[in-house]
């Protein structure tokens, strides 16, 4: 089977990561299949999703202070990311929490 080689500029436009890649090369290469019910599966694709976003809804307003040195890297960390600066405190928080809740699932 001929491998077809992405180009760099095609994943520095789509900001590809290394899985994202190997998935589009094995899509564009014919290694994937599509399953037998693929209806049903995009159903509970849907519905999985739709479960995740309801669970990961920002419905909680904190105060919060930080030191000024510390604000300031997260701010230039924030920019070079081309994120607000809170949803970066944000989302350091969050897998701050994941990580403390895979720990307690082990123990």
């Given at each position: 089977?001929?491998?077809?080689?992405?180009?760099?500029?095609?994943?520095?436009?789509?900001?590809?990561?290394?899985?994202?890649?190997?998935?589009?090369?094995?899509?564009?290469?014919?290694?994937?299949?599509?399953?037998?019910?693929?209806?049903?599966?995009?159903?509970?694709?849907?519905?999985?999703?739709?479960n995740t976003?309801?669970?990961?809804?920002?419905?909680?307003?904190?105060?919060?202070?930080?030191?000024?040195?510390?604000?300031?890297?997260?701010?230039?960390?924030?920019?070079?990311?081309?994120?607000?600066?809170?949803?970066?405190?944000?989302?350091?928080?969050?897998?701050?929490?994941?990580?403390?809740?895979?720990?307690?699932?082990?123990?």
């Amino acid at each position: 089977m001929k491998k077809i080689k992405i180009s760099k500029e095609y994943i520095k436009k789509w900001e590809l990561d290394e899985e994202e890649v190997e998935i589009l090369e094995a899509f564009e290469n014919g290694e994937l299949k599509s399953v037998d019910n693929l209806e049903e599966e995009k159903k509970i694709a849907k519905i999985t999703a739709e479960n995740t976003l309801k669970h990961l809804k920002k419905d909680k307003q904190i105060t919060l202070r930080l030191n000024n040195i510390d604000l300031e890297k997260i701010r230039e960390e924030a920019q070079k990311e081309g994120l607000p600066y809170q949803t970066l405190i944000g989302s350091i928080l969050h897998k701050y929490a994941a990580n403390i809740s895979s720990k307690e699932a082990i123990l």
